[in-house]
């Protein structure tokens, strides 16, 4: 009864941000597959969407449309596996992420933010603004990577 | 220009389900990832789904609504991802696959459908009819592992 209870107690604290870490309890290295995973699939759907802006890739709105909102769902996927107690598993995130929780905070809400502009300029038809927003959302990509996430060499 | 048309041409054939490892041009252990990143997702979100049906994590109907949610998104992404030019890349894959297409189609679409299904409960709000809709989608799950996933010894 006392694991239902904090069970229960950690769905009531945490609210709609529920973290299904404490649900599951999962393992630290389970939630750095995880989030891991959130990751390579937001590459996959944000990669050819990035080519579109650039004009390497033909622009393609139902590709868009379809993209946004698969990327609507996977930029929320990734951040409770950053659960402090996966802190040890080695991956390229940085200790920053755990001693500046509301900077790595903030970045997260910035790129859903972009996603769910993105999502509305998908709807909008106008190539234009969908290229800028794509444009958006990749500078969230890439200001969470620069301060969290280690260089590549 | 070629290759402009190329990808163009495959997004007017493959319609909406149109596959991105033919716009992005992915490599097969790139596509291989992928594929294994939306199935630790689908693991992620629909486990503590299969522990509520089974009594073993308290019912949060919340929690459900949520998931359901995400696996509606996370069920359209693995399976683009089973290109044939991955069959000789080492994973858990079956060559069932690629010799009854059809047939792991039609498992795809199974598991989608439940999906759907579990999706319109968890808006009902009627437990028994959620915890029923969990065990269909985790019949789906197993049903595919069954006949197109290598056992584990």
Known sequence: ???????????LVLGAGFSLSALAQAKPDVMVKQR?????LQGKYFGPLAGMAQGKVPFNANVVARNAEFLG???QMPWDGFDASTSGVKSAALPAIWNDMAKFKS???????????????????NEGAIKAAIGDVGKSCGGCHDN?????Q
Chains 1, 2 share one sequence.
């Not at 891991?36 to 390579?40: E, R, V, Y």
């Open 36 to 40: 891991q995973a959130a990751m390579t």
């Open 107 to 125: 970045a997260q809400e910035l790129l859903q933010g972009n996603v769910a502009k993105l999502v509305a300029a998908s709807k909008g038809g």
């Open 73 to 75: 769902a996977l930029s």
């Open 148 to 152: 969290f996430r280690e260089k590549k």
């Open 1 to 11: 009864m006392n694991k239902k209870l904090l069970a229960a107690g950690a769905a």
